[in-house]
């Protein structure tokens, strides 16, 4: 028997009135959030509120190009959709691990769906960049081409009681309240692994909050604009037309806007450890000083602390701390300067740490061993271990 046929027709309308009464607390969001929570406390309506999601949202009125695209949501939904719940088998602690888990899927989805629908129309790559960090350096040099002044501004959101009442009647419940019970008699070895599942996945109601704000002002901008979690730059044209907007923002009382700054190009600008300037309508890109002594420090920390490990696995340590330089401030692949200066002082720092580990030993029984010259560079090879130089 699976739990589609189920009679939950008395559940119905007892859910319909836990809904109607939901609605009219509206004045006292205190009130609705302790009502929710009354309402998880049945086990039936926890049922009913997943048997409502199964059968009764339909997709059919939403717009053509939602429904043309691959979503994942989209995809996701129609994953989960088909699941059913054998009552037979819920005496299994394994398998109703397993039901927790595929719901908790199905739950996260669905929260979210009526939220990113409004998204899709609004946001696009038009409007709003939001890139990875390592795609910071190209995005930033192409917004920097079109203007001599930088638009940084940053905000806070706010609940206020029509945005909670807004969350409570699109989401229906709220979703930290709401995964609760699918950890009531998990596992203790399952418990944690369902915990970071949840927090890796589930959308919070600041982070609606957030990309609703964002659809609102960037609807205003309608200019390209890049974000890296609260913090957003564009031109400044994006400023002049804040500026315009701004009492229609105050208006909206959602954000609080902690600062907003035009700062010129022609003074140095530093920004996610690069430092920009633009003179004569051309722009460079320097990595900070500042990080280029915190990256040498590191790899003095690893030296010092190697103790007696083997010379091979001191260099796989290097490596990664040099991977991860040249994967971060790629820019430096164009800057020989820069390149010569690191590779000749991690050359010189690995050169006197093997000094010291073989004392005894000769300058030039060091470099036969340890060192190959190709011209014009020395390289380090052990044990078919190559050390990585900083240049690409």
Known sequence: ?????????????????????????????RKIRHYQRFILKSFKNQILLIYLFLDLNSFNDLPNKFCQSKLYLLSTFQEYKKLSIDISLLNSINY????????????????????????????SNDILKITNRNGYLSCLAN???YGHFVHLFSFKP??????????????????PVLMIWFFESALQNQSSLSV??????????EECLILTYLSYTFRLLKEPILRYKNVFLGTSNSFIAL????HSLMNCAVVDLIYSKVKPLADSLYLFGWCFQK????LTIDVLYKNVVSHQHEIIKILQSSGILPIDKVIRLLNIKIWLWKHFYF????????????????????????????????VNWILTHFFQLQQPYYIFRIHHTLLLSYNL
């Open 196 to 205: 970071n599942l949840v927090r890796e996945t589930y959308i919070t109601l």
């Open 1 to 29: 028997m699976s739990w589609h046929e189920m009679d939950c027709s008395k559940i119905f309308s007892q859910y319909n009135s836990y809904q109607s009464n939901l609605y009219c607390l509206c004045y006292g969001p």
């Open 158 to 175: 706010k609940f206020t009681k029509c945005l909670k009442y807004w969350y409570f009647k699109n989401i229906l419940i709220e979703l």
């Open 143 to 145: 917004t920097f081409q």
């Open 279 to 282: 003179k004569n309508s051309r």
């Open 96 to 123: 109703r691990f397993f039901i927790r888990y595929q719901l908790k899927q199905l739950i996260v989805v669905l929260a979210y769906l009526p939220i990113y629908i409004k998204l899709t129309s609004v946001f």
């Open 243 to 246: 500026k315009k907007h701004s």
């Open 331 to 362: 820019i430096s692949a164009h800057n020989p300067s820069l390149n010569l200066f690191l590779n000749r002082y991690l050359l010189y720092r690995l050169f006197y740490f093997i000094k010291k580990r073989y004392k005894k030993k000769s």
